[in-house]
């Protein structure tokens, strides 16, 4: 129940006790154990841990959510309320270039609508969607955090902001050439190389 009084449900479908030890391959059970070392209190470190298991499954999965709950000795709905709580915790398969796209009134004032139009059209997709071919998918979610460069999108691990129809135009056609690694592995603690000339951030 919220502080309002409200009662809201999770998902509890595939919920299920740990099943004895899950282990992820020795990489990332390594950074897993360095990044709990950091915290005073293990259960802090849920949601690097979630990224770690994203990155291994490519999506929150039960045996992600088990190997968590297992490293921070939690039950694992506990890991489930964090994960689906947050947007950048995939609950279902994106595609390889995964758009969201801010909404939330900075973002929508200074012309989010018109990003949306434009990525449905431009891919053919509507919020939620994933192209057949799994490049594309894409969604709209609430403040990413960029609001004084609204309108602005994240491309897998990647902001790209102060966004207008041209600059999204280059932005998909260089993506779809370059074919860039947008992600950050929480596993290696590194962004990926990005699109050429341009690393860490906006492109155009
Ligand atoms: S409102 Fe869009 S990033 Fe904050």
Known sequence: MTDNGQVFHIN???ISPTKGP???PEPAERRAGEIIRQYPQSRS???PLLYIAQE???LITQAGIDWVASRLSLPPIQVWEVATFYTMYYKKPVGRYHVQVCRTLPCALRGAKKVSEFLHRRLGLKPGEVSKDGFWSFEEV????SCGTAPM?????????NLTDEKLTQILARIEKEKPDLRFSTIR?????????SPKSEIV
């Open 45 to 47: 470190a849920i949601m």
């Open 22 to 24: 899950v282990a992820l």
């Open 56 to 58: 291994h499954f490519g």
């Open 142 to 145: 609430e403040c990413l955090g």
């Open 12 to 14: 509890t479908r595939g």
């Open 189 to 197: 603690d590194e962004l990926g190389a990005g699109l050429a000339g």
């Open 153 to 161: 999108c994240q491309i897998n691990d990647v902001f790209f902001e």
